[in-house]
């Protein structure tokens, strides 16, 4: 529910949850054939180095991954809607805690530490469940598995590291930032 101009959830909060989502989801669905499988490239992931900049990137990432994995052309079914869903809202709270937390090092290095929760909660969560719904992988045995744990691991590094972490750093130079700054500054935490 909205309180007001003062509330954490007004029009700002709102709108930029929505605008990641819907990003989320036009950088997920044109490139659907390597979005989704064994070896997963997603653009959007990128987007999750947003946590660190605004709490409202939380619910927009959560909600973007849900419509990409409903409306996706290659669609996995309910399974990967729901636990992909709870992998991205798992990861994008880690990360904005992590980088709250975590205040005895450089900030670089926090969004560093911060970054890890993605890549290893899609690994451990979609790296299980793949082999269990894409026919291709045949017979399901522990080292398939592990081997799909190690693939999604592996590409989710390579899009948050070597995309997402530089995309960060960018908008942090832009100052981008400091409209949610300004805008959690403003809106003084409601009494008790």
Known sequence: MIKGKNSPYGTLYLSTSA???ALYV??????????QGPVQFRLAEIMVVLPILTPAAIPGLAIGCFLANLLSPSSLGVIDVVFGTIATLISAVLTRLIFQKVRRISET?????AL???????ALIVGTYLPF????YGQITGA??????LYV???ETLVVYAIGLPFLLVLKKTGISSIW????????????
């Open 19 to 21: 605008v990641i989502a």
């Open 26 to 35: 036009v950088l997920t669905l044109p490139f659907a054939q390597i979005a």
């Open 109 to 113: 290095k926090r969004s560093i530490a």
């Open 116 to 122: 890890i929760p993605p890549v290893l909660v899609n």
């Open 133 to 136: 719904i894409i026919p291709a």
């Open 144 to 149: 398939l598995v592990a081997m799909s744990i």
């Open 153 to 155: 691991g592996l590409s």
């Open 181 to 192: 700054q300004k805008s959690n500054n403003q809106n003084p935490k409601p009494k008790k």
